[in-house]
C-alpha cells in the first residue's frame, strides 16, 4: 500500500490561490506510476466529494464547482501530485485529502485542511 501525504494547505482569502501537494515517500517509481491519483475534500457537516482526478487513460476530470479554478498535475520523478487552486471561494473550504489507486487497492492521506476566509 503507497503512503501519501498531503501538504500545502492553510489560510486564504477569497479570490486567493493555494497550491496542494501530495508526496508517495518510500514508494518505488514503477508502483507510483501504476496508481491513478485524485484529490477529494470534506467539509464539515458534508461527505467526502471528488474534486479531481487524473482518469485510467491519462485524462482529467474535476467537479462542477472547481472547473477552471482548479488544476490537477503531477511529477512522476518525484512522486508527488499537485492541486493548484485559484480563485478561490469561502465554498472551498474543507480538508482536502489525496486519494491513490491501482485499482485493487486504494490509499488515502491524512488530509491538508484549506480555509478561504476574510
Known amino acids: 500500500q503507497v503512503r501519501l ?4 494547505g492553510g489560510l ?5 490561490s493555494l497550491r496542494l501537494s501530495c508526496a508517495a515517500p518510500g514508494t518505488i517509481l514503477s508502483t507510483f506510476t501504476l496508481y491513478t491519483m485524485g ?3 470534506q467539509a464539515p457537516g458534508k461527505q467526502r466529494e471528488l474534486v479531481a482526478t487524473f482518469t485510467s487513460d491519462g485524462g482529467t476530470d474535476y467537479a462542477d ?5 482548479f488544476t490537477i498535475s503531477k511529477n512522476n520523478s518525484r512522486k508527488t501530485v499537485y492541486l ?3 480563485s478561490l471561494k469561502p465554498e472551498d473550504t ?9 485499482g485493487s487497492r486504494e490509499s488515502w ?10
Do not use: F, H, I, L
Open 5 to 8: 501525504v498531503e501538504s500545502g
Open 12 to 16: 486564504v482569502q477569497p479570490g486567493g
Open 39 to 41: 484529490w477529494y475534500r
Open 65 to 69: 464547482a472547481v472547473k477552471g479554478r
Open 84 to 86: 493548484q487552486m485559484n
Open 94 to 102: 474543507a480538508v482536502y485529502y489525496c486519494r491513490g489507486t491501482d
Open 109 to 118: 492521506g491524512q488530509g491538508t485542511q484549506v480555509t478561504v476566509s476574510s
